[in-house]
Protein backbone atom coordinates (compact mmCIF):
# COMPACT_ATOMS: atom_id res chain seq x y z
CA UNK A 1 0.00 0.00 0.00
CA UNK A 2 1.34 3.43 -0.36
CA UNK A 3 1.94 6.10 1.78
CA UNK A 4 -1.07 8.53 0.23
CA UNK A 5 -3.52 5.72 0.82
CA UNK A 6 -2.03 5.01 4.34
CA UNK A 7 -2.51 8.57 5.74
CA UNK A 8 -6.26 8.10 4.98
CA UNK A 9 -8.35 6.74 8.29
CA UNK A 10 -11.77 8.03 7.52
CA UNK A 11 -13.59 7.83 4.23
CA UNK A 12 -16.87 8.47 3.30
CA UNK A 13 -18.94 7.21 -0.06
CA UNK A 14 -21.22 9.07 -1.70
CA UNK A 15 -23.10 6.46 -4.03
CA UNK A 16 -21.67 3.62 -1.37
CA UNK A 17 -24.09 1.03 -2.92
CA UNK A 18 -22.38 0.61 -5.94
CA UNK A 19 -20.72 -3.13 -7.26
CA UNK A 20 -17.78 -0.27 -7.67
CA UNK A 21 -17.96 1.64 -4.72
CA UNK A 22 -18.80 -1.46 -2.87
CA UNK A 23 -15.21 -3.16 -3.33
CA UNK A 24 -13.19 0.33 -2.69
CA UNK A 25 -15.05 0.59 0.78
CA UNK A 26 -14.16 -2.74 1.45
CA UNK A 27 -10.80 -1.91 0.20
CA UNK A 28 -10.48 0.77 2.69
CA UNK A 29 -12.35 -1.21 5.77
CA UNK A 30 -9.25 -4.12 5.16
CA UNK A 31 -7.00 -1.37 5.27
CA UNK A 32 -8.22 -0.54 9.06
CA UNK A 33 -10.30 3.02 7.67
CA UNK A 34 -13.39 4.33 9.34
CA UNK A 35 -15.92 4.03 6.28
CA UNK A 36 -19.61 5.17 5.80
CA UNK A 37 -21.62 6.17 3.07
CA UNK A 38 -25.15 7.03 1.28
CA UNK A 39 -27.23 5.63 -0.87
CA UNK A 40 -30.30 6.36 -2.56
CA UNK A 41 -31.86 2.95 -1.34
CA UNK A 42 -31.02 -0.20 0.95
CA UNK A 43 -29.96 -3.12 -1.02
CA UNK A 44 -28.53 -7.11 -0.01
CA UNK A 45 -25.31 -4.99 -0.99
CA UNK A 46 -25.91 -2.41 1.42
CA UNK A 47 -26.97 -5.01 3.89
CA UNK A 48 -23.83 -6.66 3.70
CA UNK A 49 -21.29 -3.63 3.99
CA UNK A 50 -23.80 -2.67 7.27
CA UNK A 51 -22.96 -6.07 8.55
CA UNK A 52 -19.04 -5.84 8.13
CA UNK A 53 -18.95 -2.34 10.43
CA UNK A 54 -19.51 -0.22 7.64
CA UNK A 55 -22.15 2.36 8.80
CA UNK A 56 -24.80 2.98 5.54
CA UNK A 57 -27.48 5.82 5.68
CA UNK A 58 -30.27 6.04 2.67
CA UNK A 59 -31.42 10.03 3.30
CA UNK A 60 -29.50 13.40 1.72
CA UNK A 61 -28.56 14.63 5.25
CA UNK A 62 -25.58 16.71 6.13
CA UNK A 63 -26.52 16.09 10.12
CA UNK A 64 -25.73 12.34 9.45
CA UNK A 65 -22.38 12.66 7.21
CA UNK A 66 -19.10 12.47 9.01
CA UNK A 67 -17.15 16.03 9.21
CA UNK A 68 -13.62 14.40 10.20
CA UNK A 69 -13.33 12.82 6.89
CA UNK A 70 -10.06 12.62 5.18
CA UNK A 71 -12.10 11.44 1.71
CA UNK A 72 -14.71 11.80 0.11
CA UNK A 73 -15.92 9.40 -3.00
CA UNK A 74 -18.30 9.74 -5.46
CA UNK A 75 -19.74 8.49 -8.70
CA UNK A 76 -20.52 9.85 -11.94
CA UNK A 77 -24.08 8.79 -11.23
CA UNK A 78 -24.45 11.48 -8.04
CA UNK A 79 -26.22 14.51 -9.23
CA UNK A 80 -24.62 17.65 -9.05
CA UNK A 81 -27.54 19.25 -6.53
CA UNK A 82 -27.06 16.20 -4.03
CA UNK A 83 -26.93 17.84 -0.41
CA UNK A 84 -24.06 15.87 0.79
CA UNK A 85 -21.57 16.42 -2.30
CA UNK A 86 -22.42 20.04 -2.20
CA UNK A 87 -21.51 20.26 1.77
CA UNK A 88 -18.14 18.31 1.40
CA UNK A 89 -17.59 20.74 -1.98
CA UNK A 90 -18.28 23.57 -0.36
CA UNK A 91 -16.40 23.17 2.59
CA UNK A 92 -13.14 22.17 1.27
CA UNK A 93 -13.34 18.71 1.62
CA UNK A 94 -10.66 16.48 -0.20
CA UNK A 95 -13.08 14.64 -2.89
CA UNK A 96 -12.54 12.05 -5.39
CA UNK A 97 -14.61 9.96 -7.90
CA UNK A 98 -13.96 6.30 -7.43
CA UNK A 99 -11.67 6.52 -10.68
CA UNK A 100 -9.43 8.49 -8.84
CA UNK A 101 -9.19 6.61 -5.86
CA UNK A 102 -8.52 3.21 -8.20
CA UNK A 103 -5.80 5.46 -9.50
CA UNK A 104 -4.39 5.81 -5.98
CA UNK A 105 -4.52 2.31 -4.74
CA UNK A 106 -2.88 0.87 -7.68
CA UNK A 107 -0.32 3.32 -9.05
CA UNK A 108 2.77 1.73 -7.04
CA UNK A 109 1.70 -2.79 -7.17
CA UNK A 110 1.25 -4.85 -10.67
CA UNK A 111 -1.91 -4.17 -12.35
CA UNK A 112 -3.90 -7.02 -13.90
CA UNK A 113 -6.36 -4.62 -15.70
CA UNK A 114 -9.22 -6.03 -17.63
CA UNK A 115 -11.89 -4.09 -20.08
CA UNK A 116 -14.27 -4.47 -22.62
CA UNK A 117 -18.02 -3.62 -23.11
CA UNK A 118 -19.05 -7.68 -22.10
CA UNK A 119 -17.40 -10.49 -20.73
CA UNK A 120 -14.79 -8.23 -18.13
CA UNK A 121 -16.76 -9.03 -15.08
CA UNK A 122 -16.37 -12.97 -15.45
CA UNK A 123 -12.88 -12.83 -16.68
CA UNK A 124 -11.53 -10.38 -14.16
CA UNK A 125 -13.46 -12.82 -11.61
CA UNK A 126 -12.02 -15.74 -13.02
CA UNK A 127 -8.24 -14.30 -13.17
CA UNK A 128 -8.53 -13.18 -9.48
CA UNK A 129 -9.76 -16.45 -8.34
CA UNK A 130 -7.16 -18.21 -10.32
CA UNK A 131 -4.58 -15.89 -8.30
CA UNK A 132 -5.78 -16.14 -5.27
CA UNK A 133 -6.52 -20.35 -5.46
CA UNK A 134 -3.14 -21.07 -6.78
CA UNK A 135 -1.21 -18.91 -3.83
CA UNK A 136 -0.11 -16.31 -5.77
CA UNK A 137 -2.27 -13.78 -4.20
CA UNK A 138 -3.65 -10.47 -5.31
CA UNK A 139 -5.88 -7.59 -4.04
CA UNK A 140 -9.11 -8.26 -6.33
CA UNK A 141 -11.53 -4.89 -7.21
CA UNK A 142 -14.23 -6.93 -8.75
CA UNK A 143 -17.43 -5.43 -10.93
CA UNK A 144 -19.70 -8.74 -9.40
CA UNK A 145 -20.00 -10.84 -6.41
CA UNK A 146 -17.45 -13.91 -6.54
CA UNK A 147 -19.88 -17.01 -5.73
CA UNK A 148 -16.55 -18.75 -4.75
CA UNK A 149 -16.15 -16.04 -1.29
CA UNK A 150 -19.45 -13.87 -1.89
CA UNK A 151 -17.76 -10.43 -1.65
CA UNK A 152 -16.36 -7.96 -4.60
CA UNK A 153 -13.28 -7.09 -3.17
CA UNK A 154 -10.35 -9.49 -1.18
CA UNK A 155 -7.08 -7.82 -0.10
CA UNK A 156 -3.46 -10.13 -0.77
CA UNK A 157 -2.36 -11.41 2.60
CA UNK A 158 0.20 -11.95 2.70
CA UNK A 159 1.92 -10.39 -0.45
CA UNK A 160 3.25 -13.98 -1.73
CA UNK A 161 3.67 -15.04 -5.47
CA UNK A 162 7.42 -15.40 -7.31
CA UNK A 163 8.05 -11.72 -7.50
CA UNK A 164 6.88 -10.77 -3.29
CA UNK A 165 4.95 -7.75 -4.97
CA UNK A 166 1.67 -6.34 -4.63
CA UNK A 167 -0.37 -7.57 -7.09
CA UNK A 168 -4.28 -6.20 -8.29
CA UNK A 169 -6.45 -7.26 -10.32
CA UNK A 170 -9.06 -4.41 -11.07
CA UNK A 171 -12.16 -4.45 -13.72
CA UNK A 172 -11.48 -1.33 -16.35
CA UNK A 173 -14.39 0.40 -16.96
CA UNK A 174 -15.43 2.41 -19.86
CA UNK A 175 -17.80 4.23 -18.76
CA UNK A 176 -17.11 7.92 -18.17
CA UNK A 177 -13.44 6.69 -19.59
CA UNK A 178 -12.51 5.84 -16.11
CA UNK A 179 -10.07 2.89 -17.37
CA UNK A 180 -7.63 5.56 -18.68
CA UNK A 181 -6.81 6.21 -14.88
CA UNK A 182 -5.19 3.12 -14.41
CA UNK A 183 -1.96 1.62 -15.62
CA UNK A 184 -1.57 -2.25 -16.46
CA UNK A 185 1.18 -4.37 -16.38
CA UNK A 186 -0.96 -6.79 -17.90
CA UNK A 187 -4.09 -5.35 -20.04
CA UNK A 188 -6.82 -7.54 -21.52
CA UNK A 189 -9.77 -6.49 -23.77
CA UNK A 190 -12.37 -8.59 -24.26
CA UNK A 191 -14.92 -6.57 -26.28
CA UNK A 192 -15.01 -3.35 -27.58
CA UNK A 193 -18.91 -3.31 -29.36
CA UNK A 194 -20.70 -0.32 -29.09
CA UNK A 195 -22.26 0.86 -25.68
CA UNK A 196 -21.68 4.13 -23.48
CA UNK A 197 -22.77 6.18 -26.56
CA UNK A 198 -24.26 8.64 -24.34
CA UNK A 199 -21.24 9.65 -23.39
CA UNK A 200 -18.95 8.80 -26.45
CA UNK A 201 -20.99 9.72 -29.51
CA UNK A 202 -19.95 7.45 -32.03
CA UNK A 203 -18.66 3.69 -32.14
CA UNK A 204 -15.69 4.98 -33.30
CA UNK A 205 -14.82 7.24 -30.43
CA UNK A 206 -15.39 4.36 -28.22
CA UNK A 207 -13.08 2.02 -29.85
CA UNK A 208 -10.27 4.64 -29.42
CA UNK A 209 -10.71 4.78 -26.01
CA UNK A 210 -10.05 1.59 -25.84
CA UNK A 211 -7.17 1.85 -27.82
CA UNK A 212 -5.95 5.06 -25.64
CA UNK A 213 -6.25 1.97 -22.88
CA UNK A 214 -3.90 -0.30 -24.70
CA UNK A 215 -1.30 2.58 -24.74
CA UNK A 216 -1.43 3.09 -20.56
CA UNK A 217 0.32 -0.20 -20.60
CA UNK A 218 3.86 -0.39 -18.64
CA UNK A 219 6.99 -1.17 -20.51
CA UNK A 220 7.50 -4.78 -20.77
CA UNK A 221 3.96 -5.43 -20.33
CA UNK A 222 1.15 -8.25 -21.69
CA UNK A 223 -1.68 -6.92 -24.05
CA UNK A 224 -4.16 -9.80 -24.27
CA UNK A 225 -7.06 -8.83 -26.69
CA UNK A 226 -9.72 -10.69 -28.51
CA UNK A 227 -8.99 -12.22 -31.84
CA UNK A 228 -10.54 -10.52 -34.51
CA UNK A 229 -11.75 -6.88 -32.66
CA UNK A 230 -12.03 -4.15 -34.53
CA UNK A 231 -9.06 -1.81 -35.22
CA UNK A 232 -6.95 -4.44 -33.97
CA UNK A 233 -3.77 -3.41 -35.89
CA UNK A 234 -4.18 0.25 -33.61
CA UNK A 235 -3.82 -1.68 -30.18
CA UNK A 236 0.07 -1.44 -30.09
CA UNK A 237 1.85 -3.48 -27.75
CA UNK A 238 5.44 -5.00 -28.10
CA UNK A 239 3.85 -7.84 -25.89
CA UNK A 240 0.70 -8.42 -27.99
CA UNK A 241 -1.38 -11.43 -27.51
CA UNK A 242 -4.70 -12.78 -28.94
CA UNK A 243 -7.21 -15.67 -27.72
CA UNK A 244 -10.34 -16.84 -28.64
CA UNK A 245 -12.77 -19.55 -28.23
CA UNK A 246 -11.82 -21.88 -31.36
CA UNK A 247 -10.36 -19.87 -33.70
CA UNK A 248 -6.90 -21.60 -34.27
CA UNK A 249 -5.27 -18.21 -36.02
CA UNK A 250 -5.55 -17.15 -32.21
CA UNK A 251 -2.40 -17.19 -29.96
CA UNK A 252 -4.82 -18.81 -27.83
CA UNK A 253 -7.87 -21.09 -28.08
CA UNK A 254 -9.99 -23.70 -26.72
CA UNK A 255 -10.15 -27.23 -28.72
CA UNK A 256 -11.48 -30.37 -28.24
CA UNK A 257 -14.77 -28.62 -26.11
CA UNK A 258 -17.46 -31.29 -24.74
CA UNK A 259 -20.42 -30.24 -22.78
CA UNK A 260 -21.31 -32.29 -19.23
CA UNK A 261 -24.67 -31.81 -17.84
CA UNK A 262 -24.23 -27.99 -18.06
CA UNK A 263 -20.74 -27.81 -17.82
CA UNK A 264 -17.78 -27.95 -19.91
CA UNK A 265 -14.39 -29.88 -20.70
CA UNK A 266 -11.87 -28.37 -23.00
CA UNK A 267 -8.08 -28.45 -23.92
CA UNK A 268 -6.27 -25.01 -24.46
CA UNK A 269 -3.05 -24.31 -26.62
CA UNK A 270 -1.22 -21.23 -25.90
CA UNK A 271 1.27 -20.75 -28.72
CA UNK A 272 2.20 -24.60 -29.12
CA UNK A 273 1.77 -25.47 -25.53
CA UNK A 274 -1.43 -27.40 -24.26
CA UNK A 275 -2.65 -27.65 -21.57
CA UNK A 276 -5.54 -30.69 -21.53
CA UNK A 277 -8.56 -31.55 -19.74
CA UNK A 278 -9.44 -28.34 -18.03
CA UNK A 279 -12.95 -28.49 -16.08
CA UNK A 280 -15.86 -25.43 -16.17
CA UNK A 281 -18.42 -25.64 -13.95
CA UNK A 282 -20.53 -22.77 -16.01
CA UNK A 283 -23.07 -22.43 -18.47
CA UNK A 284 -22.32 -20.50 -21.76
CA UNK A 285 -19.58 -21.27 -25.02
CA UNK A 286 -18.70 -17.44 -23.75
CA UNK A 287 -17.81 -18.69 -20.90
CA UNK A 288 -14.64 -21.23 -21.65
CA UNK A 289 -13.56 -18.20 -23.39
CA UNK A 290 -13.30 -16.03 -20.68
CA UNK A 291 -11.51 -19.11 -19.83
CA UNK A 292 -9.24 -18.96 -22.27
CA UNK A 293 -7.90 -15.38 -21.27
CA UNK A 294 -8.05 -15.76 -17.74
CA UNK A 295 -5.42 -18.87 -18.56
CA UNK A 296 -3.54 -17.03 -20.35
CA UNK A 297 -2.66 -14.74 -18.25
CA UNK A 298 -2.14 -16.91 -15.16
CA UNK A 299 0.19 -18.74 -17.53
CA UNK A 300 2.18 -15.53 -18.37
CA UNK A 301 2.33 -15.33 -14.67
CA UNK A 302 4.07 -18.43 -14.65
CA UNK A 303 1.69 -20.22 -12.45
CA UNK A 304 1.92 -23.91 -12.29
CA UNK A 305 -0.48 -25.56 -15.23
CA UNK A 306 -1.91 -27.96 -12.53
CA UNK A 307 -3.15 -25.42 -10.52
CA UNK A 308 -4.44 -23.55 -12.91
CA UNK A 309 -6.47 -26.37 -13.90
CA UNK A 310 -7.74 -26.53 -10.50
CA UNK A 311 -8.93 -23.00 -10.19
CA UNK A 312 -10.42 -23.14 -13.24
CA UNK A 313 -12.53 -26.04 -11.95
CA UNK A 314 -13.57 -25.14 -8.52
CA UNK A 315 -14.74 -21.56 -9.67
CA UNK A 316 -18.15 -21.17 -9.10
CA UNK A 317 -18.78 -18.26 -11.24
CA UNK A 318 -19.96 -14.99 -10.43
CA UNK A 319 -23.25 -13.30 -9.10
CA UNK A 320 -25.91 -12.57 -11.93
CA UNK A 321 -23.65 -14.14 -14.76
CA UNK A 322 -25.25 -16.82 -15.68
CA UNK A 323 -25.87 -17.83 -12.63
CA UNK A 324 -28.02 -21.47 -11.94
CA UNK A 325 -30.75 -20.55 -9.69
CA UNK A 326 -33.12 -23.57 -10.74
CA UNK A 327 -31.08 -25.99 -12.29
CA UNK A 328 -33.94 -29.37 -12.45
CA UNK A 329 -35.36 -31.68 -15.27
CA UNK A 330 -38.36 -29.63 -15.41
CA UNK A 331 -37.25 -26.51 -15.42
CA UNK A 332 -34.07 -24.42 -15.58
CA UNK A 333 -33.63 -20.59 -14.33
CA UNK A 334 -31.00 -18.26 -14.81
CA UNK A 335 -30.15 -15.42 -13.69
CA UNK A 336 -27.75 -12.97 -15.89
CA UNK A 337 -26.57 -9.35 -15.99
CA UNK A 338 -26.97 -9.03 -19.91
CA UNK A 339 -27.67 -5.41 -20.47
CA UNK A 340 -25.91 -5.19 -23.87
CA UNK A 341 -27.30 -7.26 -26.99
CA UNK A 342 -24.05 -8.74 -27.57
CA UNK A 343 -24.15 -10.51 -24.24
CA UNK A 344 -27.90 -11.40 -24.37
CA UNK A 345 -26.69 -13.08 -28.15
CA UNK A 346 -24.31 -15.14 -25.74
CA UNK A 347 -26.55 -15.75 -23.06
CA UNK A 348 -29.51 -17.11 -25.26
CA UNK A 349 -27.37 -18.97 -27.30
CA UNK A 350 -25.54 -20.36 -24.52
CA UNK A 351 -28.37 -21.82 -22.67
CA UNK A 352 -30.32 -22.86 -25.89
CA UNK A 353 -27.05 -24.71 -26.91
CA UNK A 354 -26.94 -26.32 -23.06
CA UNK A 355 -30.62 -27.33 -22.97
CA UNK A 356 -31.54 -27.80 -26.93
CA UNK A 357 -34.60 -29.79 -26.05
CA UNK A 358 -36.01 -27.11 -23.49
CA UNK A 359 -38.44 -24.25 -24.81
CA UNK A 360 -36.46 -20.53 -23.86
CA UNK A 361 -38.50 -18.25 -22.40
CA UNK A 362 -36.58 -14.49 -21.78
CA UNK A 363 -37.50 -11.65 -19.35
CA UNK A 364 -35.32 -8.92 -20.13
CA UNK A 365 -35.23 -5.03 -18.37
CA UNK A 366 -33.95 -2.79 -20.70
CA UNK A 367 -31.46 -0.51 -19.20
CA UNK A 368 -31.13 2.89 -19.48
CA UNK A 369 -33.64 5.29 -22.44
CA UNK A 370 -30.37 6.07 -24.33
CA UNK A 371 -29.11 2.33 -24.75
CA UNK A 372 -32.36 1.06 -25.95
CA UNK A 373 -32.59 4.26 -28.39
CA UNK A 374 -28.85 3.49 -29.70
CA UNK A 375 -29.70 -0.06 -29.49
CA UNK A 376 -32.76 -1.16 -30.40
CA UNK A 377 -32.01 -2.90 -33.56
CA UNK A 378 -29.70 -5.01 -31.97
CA UNK A 379 -31.75 -5.80 -28.91
CA UNK A 380 -34.69 -6.74 -31.10
CA UNK A 381 -32.98 -9.00 -33.36
CA UNK A 382 -31.25 -10.76 -30.73
CA UNK A 383 -34.11 -11.48 -28.30
CA UNK A 384 -36.01 -12.98 -31.98
CA UNK A 385 -33.56 -15.90 -30.64
CA UNK A 386 -35.34 -17.05 -27.91
CA UNK A 387 -38.70 -18.88 -28.30
CA UNK A 388 -40.88 -16.33 -26.20
CA UNK A 389 -39.96 -13.24 -24.95
CA UNK A 390 -41.19 -10.80 -22.25
CA UNK A 391 -40.51 -6.93 -22.04
CA UNK A 392 -40.44 -5.35 -18.78
CA UNK A 393 -40.27 -1.43 -18.66
CA UNK A 394 -36.69 0.76 -19.04
CA UNK A 395 -34.94 0.73 -15.97
CA UNK A 396 -33.61 4.46 -15.91
CA UNK A 397 -31.11 4.76 -13.29
CA UNK A 398 -29.54 8.05 -14.09
CA UNK A 399 -31.52 9.19 -16.88
CA UNK A 400 -34.21 11.08 -17.11
CA UNK A 401 -37.32 9.83 -20.17
CA UNK A 402 -36.64 10.57 -23.79
CA UNK A 403 -39.99 11.10 -25.60
CA UNK A 404 -40.70 7.76 -27.79
CA UNK A 405 -38.00 5.89 -25.98
CA UNK A 406 -39.66 3.05 -24.43
CA UNK A 407 -39.55 -0.68 -24.43
CA UNK A 408 -42.65 -0.93 -26.70
CA UNK A 409 -39.52 0.38 -29.00
CA UNK A 410 -37.67 -2.80 -29.28
CA UNK A 411 -40.85 -4.62 -29.08
CA UNK A 412 -41.98 -3.24 -32.75
CA UNK A 413 -38.44 -4.34 -34.24
CA UNK A 414 -38.93 -8.13 -32.89
CA UNK A 415 -40.21 -10.28 -35.82
CA UNK A 416 -40.82 -13.07 -33.65
CA UNK A 417 -44.72 -13.00 -32.43
CA UNK A 418 -44.27 -15.13 -29.48
CA UNK A 419 -43.74 -11.82 -27.37
CA UNK A 420 -45.21 -9.88 -24.49
CA UNK A 421 -44.87 -6.55 -22.81
CA UNK A 422 -45.56 -6.90 -18.74
CA UNK A 423 -45.01 -4.44 -15.56
CA UNK A 424 -44.02 -6.60 -12.60
CA UNK A 425 -46.85 -7.62 -11.57
CA UNK A 426 -48.49 -8.82 -14.12
CA UNK A 427 -45.03 -11.17 -15.01
CA UNK A 428 -45.45 -12.53 -11.46
CA UNK A 429 -48.88 -13.37 -12.35
CA UNK A 430 -48.45 -14.64 -15.63
CA UNK A 431 -45.95 -17.18 -14.25
CA UNK A 432 -48.54 -18.39 -11.71
CA UNK A 433 -50.92 -19.09 -14.53
CA UNK A 434 -48.13 -20.59 -16.79
CA UNK A 435 -46.32 -22.78 -14.48
CA UNK A 436 -49.18 -23.64 -12.22
CA UNK A 437 -50.74 -26.24 -14.43
CA UNK A 438 -47.22 -27.52 -15.73
CA UNK A 439 -44.38 -27.44 -18.14
CA UNK A 440 -45.43 -26.45 -21.60
CA UNK A 441 -42.95 -28.85 -23.22
CA UNK A 442 -41.97 -31.94 -23.26
CA UNK A 443 -38.67 -31.59 -22.44
CA UNK A 444 -39.50 -29.01 -19.55
CA UNK A 445 -38.47 -25.30 -19.83
CA UNK A 446 -35.71 -22.74 -19.18
CA UNK A 447 -36.60 -19.46 -17.70
CA UNK A 448 -34.31 -16.54 -18.26
CA UNK A 449 -34.44 -13.17 -16.48
CA UNK A 450 -31.84 -10.69 -17.78
CA UNK A 451 -30.87 -7.34 -17.24
CA UNK A 452 -28.48 -4.50 -15.27
CA UNK A 453 -31.48 -2.81 -13.32
CA UNK A 454 -33.43 -3.98 -10.34
CA UNK A 455 -34.79 -6.83 -12.16
CA UNK A 456 -32.44 -8.77 -9.71
CA UNK A 457 -35.10 -8.14 -6.87
CA UNK A 458 -37.42 -10.39 -8.68
CA UNK A 459 -35.29 -13.40 -8.68
CA UNK A 460 -36.32 -14.86 -5.25
CA UNK A 461 -39.35 -14.12 -5.60
CA UNK A 462 -39.75 -15.98 -9.16
CA UNK A 463 -37.93 -18.74 -7.76
CA UNK A 464 -40.48 -19.34 -4.62
CA UNK A 465 -42.74 -19.22 -7.11
CA UNK A 466 -41.65 -21.88 -9.41
CA UNK A 467 -40.39 -24.41 -6.61
CA UNK A 468 -44.27 -24.32 -5.60
CA UNK A 469 -44.89 -26.01 -9.08
CA UNK A 470 -42.06 -28.26 -9.81
CA UNK A 471 -42.06 -29.92 -5.98
Known sequence: MNDEIEKIKTVYFIGIGGIGMSALARFFRSAGAQVSGYDRAETSLTRELQDEGISVHYDENIELIPKNADLIVYTPAIPPDHLELIFYQQNGYRLAKRSDVLQMITESSFNICIAGTHGKTTTTTMIAHVLRDSGY???????????????????????????????????????????????????????????????????????????????????????????????????????????????????????????????????????????????????????????????????????????????????????????????????????????????????????????????????????????????????AEVLDLADEIILLPIYPARELPIDGISSKLIMR??????????????????????????MNTEFGEVLITAGAGDIDVMVEPIKKLLEKYIT
Not at 282 to 303: D, P, W
Not at 311 to 316: G, K, M, P, T
Open 137 to 379: GCNAFLGGISVNYGTNFWPQVPIAGPTDRSVCVVEADEYDRSFLKLSPDVAVVTAMDPDHLDIYGTAGAMEQAFIDFTAKLRSGGLLLSKFGLARTTDLKAANHLTYSLQNESADAYAENITMQNGSYQFDVMIGDRKMEKLLLHMGGMHNVENAVAAITVASSLEIENEKIKAAIESFAGVKRRFEYIIKSQRIVFIDDYAHHPEELRALIHGAKTLFSKKKCTIIFQPHLYTRTRDLADGF
Open 413 to 438: KMKNENKKMMTRDELMKWISSNYAVG
